[in-house]
């Protein structure tokens, strides 16, 4: 058992993992952002509206997905999307993979890849902190306060010669209650994302599910339209945490 333990995955694995899990999110009806909207704001969008949201919301479905995705892999996700679990399978597979913290555990990723771009550099976390290269980014925000995939979406995206980027999905519902439930009631993750000024949320906004399910979607078509732009050389993987 403990040379399992120790083997490494070739990356041909983490592939067909990737692979095996869109086919199987497509068999499966996923849950409809009708759920995640409140009443009053539905009341007030006009159908094509709500299809817009409804399709940026989830995984996109029936992709042609190349069978030579490439390290790194860059998790563009959201904090309380299955970032850890993510780094998991990476670790799990006996590829190296870091979570929020870079350069052995001392800074965050988030603040290395923006020195890195402000810097004119590669915006990876090994470009300007101590450590080697990861194969898996499985958290590079610093929470709300840092939201570099945000905030550098397209620096980050122009700036890496060939990477496969991971965007995660889960019910908006259940985003904001994790997000309302993490830290303390006085200064949780959702307060903290309110006050942060985030591109696509502006201070004061991110009250309620609408307001957090209308800054995903646009930032969900920000990444989808900024990757399409390197074909060949960038693919994207879309995952439903909860599917």
């Known amino acids: ?6 083997a490494t995955l070739p990356f041909a694995s983490v592939v067909v993992f990737l692979y095996l899990l869109l086919v199987l999110m497509n068999k499966h009806e996923i849950q409809m952002i009708h759920e995640s909207v409140d009443v009053e704001s539905r009341e007030n969008d006009d159908d ?9 919301l989830r995984p996109r479905e029936n992709r042609a997905v190349s ?30 993979s870091v ?3 870079c350069g052995g555990g001392k800074t965050y990723c988030a603040d290395c890849i923006e020195k890195a771009i402000k810097s004119d550099l590669l915006p990876l976390p090994y470009s300007t902190c101590k450590m080697k290269k990861m194969a898996s980014y499985a958290q590079i925000d610093r929470g709300p306060e840092n939201l570099v995939q945000v905030n550098y979406l397209n620096e980050i995206v122009s700036g890496i010669p060939n990477a496969t980027f991971i965007l995660t999905f889960r019910n908006m519902t259940n985003w904001f209650r994790s997000l309302t439930n993490w830290g303390t009631p006085e200064n949780n993750m959702r307060k903290r994302f309110e006050r942060a000024n985030i591109t696509g949320l502006p201070e004061g906004v991110g009250k309620n599910v609408s307001q957090f399910s209308s800054f995903y979607c646009e930032y969900v078509k920000r990444v989808r339209k900024e990757i399409a732009k390197y074909p060949g050389r960038h693919e994207l993987i879309e995952i439903d945490i909860e599917d």
């Open 1 to 6: 058992m403990k040379s399992i333990s120790k």
């Open 48 to 56: 094509a509206g709500t299809d817009d949201i409804e399709s940026c």
């Open 67 to 96: 069978a030579k995705l490439r390290p790194p892999f860059v998790n563009l996700g959201m904090p309380k999307m299955g970032s850890t679990s993510l780094h998991s399978y990476f670790k799990c597979g006996g590829h190296t």
């Open 99 to 101: 979570h929020w913290l």
